[in-house]
């Protein structure tokens, strides 16, 4: 893909950065097109559903909450579900009519075991609309094409992406109308020098799935913050790869061999979900699962590990405690607990 986009740049000139991410991640060759699943314990990240099946349980709950607060014709959406790690054990608790919404083939796939065929999607713009219900989605705003721009001493600057003998590199150029609007509104504060993720895109993702919804609410899991909150991480941005659960290397190297990701901005998926209609609450990972009953059931874990103990069940409070340990995963302060859950509701 590289060498595809060299000879493409040196011919036709630079292209934007979301240009650039949209087909290392989605095109011919790209991330999430390859037949290999991307998502999964033995693969590139390590995500929340992957880390423990308390994640599906507890998101349950909350699905369980809304389908009575919507009532009749009440059907889960999950979008960018990945292998299923999280329909699946959410399924099993709360069985509601559900669908699964993926980009990636060898995703569809892995879904289509869970919900069957007819109820997987390559797009979002598949479904019927307008429908009531949740609709889903963890880790998929961070993966959606977003532009680059440099605040310099004379204003704002985007980074494209130009071509350097075989290599791929960012060169300057000017901010276009929409990417200047968004930073006017969602940069944040930034020092002279400092880099911003412009999500254009993922906004208009967020637009669009709550104009979808009659009744109910659109959930979306990510890490980021609000835009105040990202000023420290806006020195060199936060834009990264990830590669066998590390970070990989420089977003330009390997595109279609690394995920492209960088933190959401919390702010702009707020405001776009109002515009559509939505009113919105932004969460926690940590608090937002710990209301929706999963500290109830470490603790539960934990007297269970002791009663265990007690009885000399030495395998059975092992099998508890890493049961235990996973679910502790998902709420860890530093870690997947400080995930932000935007929840916007009609
Ligand atoms: C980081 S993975 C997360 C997978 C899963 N949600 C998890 O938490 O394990 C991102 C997923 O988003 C999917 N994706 C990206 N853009 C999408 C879109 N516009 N619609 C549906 N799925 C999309 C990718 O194919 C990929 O499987």
Not at 112 to 135: K, N, R, W
Not at 220 to 230: F, K, P, S
């Amino acid at each position: 893909m590289k060498a595809r986009l060299v000879r493409q740049i040196a011919a036709g000139g630079p292209i934007p950065f979301d240009e650039f991410m949209r087909e290392a991640l989605y095109g011919d060759g790209g991330f999430f097109a390859s037949a290999e699943l991307r998502s999964t314990k033995s693969g590139h990240f390590l995500t929340s559903p992957e880390v423990s099946v308390l994640f599906g349980e507890t998101l349950a709950v909350y699905v369980g909450a809304e389908r009575d607060r919507v009532g009749a014709d009440f059907g889960l959406v999950e979008v960018a579900g990945g292998s299923g790690s999280l329909l699946a054990p959410l399924l099993s608790a709360l069985p509601v009519p559900a669908r699964a919404v993926e980009a990636s083939p060898a995703a569809r796939a892995a879904l289509e075991t869970i919900v069957g065929a007819d109820a997987v999607f390559s797009s979002l713009e598949d479904l019927q609309t307008p429908m009531a219900g949740v609709i889903l989605a963890n880790e998929l705003l961070d993966n959606l094409p977003m532009a680059i721009a440099q605040l310099t001493e004379a204003g704002w600057r985007e980074r494209w992406v130009g071509a350097d003998d075989d290599d791929l590199c960012f060169v300057d150029a000017p901010v276009r109308p929409e990417v200047g609007d968004w930073l006017a509104r969602f940069a944040g504060p930034v020092e002279v020098g400092g880099w911003v993720e412009v999500q254009i895109e993922a906004a208009g993702w967020v637009r669009r799935a709550v104009r979808m919804l009659d009744r109910g609410s659109v959930v979306l899991i990510d890490y980021g913050d609000v835009a105040e909150n990202l000023a420290p991480r806006r020195r060199d941005g936060t834009l990264r790869t990830y590669r066998s659960h590390h970070l990989g290397p420089h977003p330009l190297d390997e595109p279609g061999a690394t995920d492209i990701t960088a933190d959401v901005n919390f702010t702009a998926m707020a405001a776009a979900a109002e515009e559509a209609g939505a009113s919105v609450e932004i969460h926690r990972q940590d608090d937002f699962l710990g209301a929706w009953g999963l500290r109830g059931r470490i603790s539960d874990m934990r007297r269970t590990e002791l009663e265990l103990a007690r009885a000399g069940d030495d395998m059975q409070r092992l099998a508890v405690r890493t049961r235990r340990a996973e679910a502790e995963t998902l709420v860890h302060p530093r870690g997947l607990g400080d995930f932000r859950v935007l929840v916007a509701r009609k």
